[in-house]
Nanobody, 122 residues
Framework: QVQLVESGGGLVQAGDSLRLSCAAS????????MGWFRQAPGKEREFVAS????????YYANNVKGRFTISREDAKNTVYLQMNSLKPEDTAVYYC???????????????WGQGTQVTVSS
């Protein structure tokens, strides 16, 4: 499995932007589809965004579409989540995940990072 470490979380105000990073190690990063998930207090973990191993296809949850952008930089073994126009309901722990099939489909993710906290104040 690949090891994942997230960074970039923090406390921001509504309307602000943040960029999360996830650094991967241990396996050939370019073979993996990558994704971001989040879990708010008292709620189930939910899918946020994913990107295929080629980088050509991206997928987003409806509630972040148009505000969040996922991207990858294989030379740095890193995937990013650019979050704009943040809302208080975006407050959650954000997790990076890796999919060995490369397709970026939710059931395939099997490696997870420790998470990074994002808090959006109103």
């Amino acid at each position: 499995q690949v090891q994942l470490v997230e960074s970039g979380g923090g406390l921001v105000q509504a309307g602000d932007s943040l960029r999360l990073s996830c650094a991967a190690s241990g396996r050939t990063f370019s073979n993996y589809g990558m994704g971001w998930f989040r879990q708010a207090p008292g709620k189930e973990r939910e899918f946020v965004a994913s990107i295929t191993r080629s980088g050509y296809n991206t997928y987003y949850a409806n509630n972040v579409k148009g505000r969040f952008t996922i991207s990858r930089e294989d030379a740095k073994n890193t995937v990013y989540l650019q979050m704009n126009s943040l809302k208080p309901e975006d407050t959650a722990v954000y997790y990076c995940a890796a999919d060995p099939t490369g397709l970026g489909y939710e059931p395939h993710f099997n490696s997870w990072g420790q998470g990074t906290q994002v808090t959006v104040s109103s």
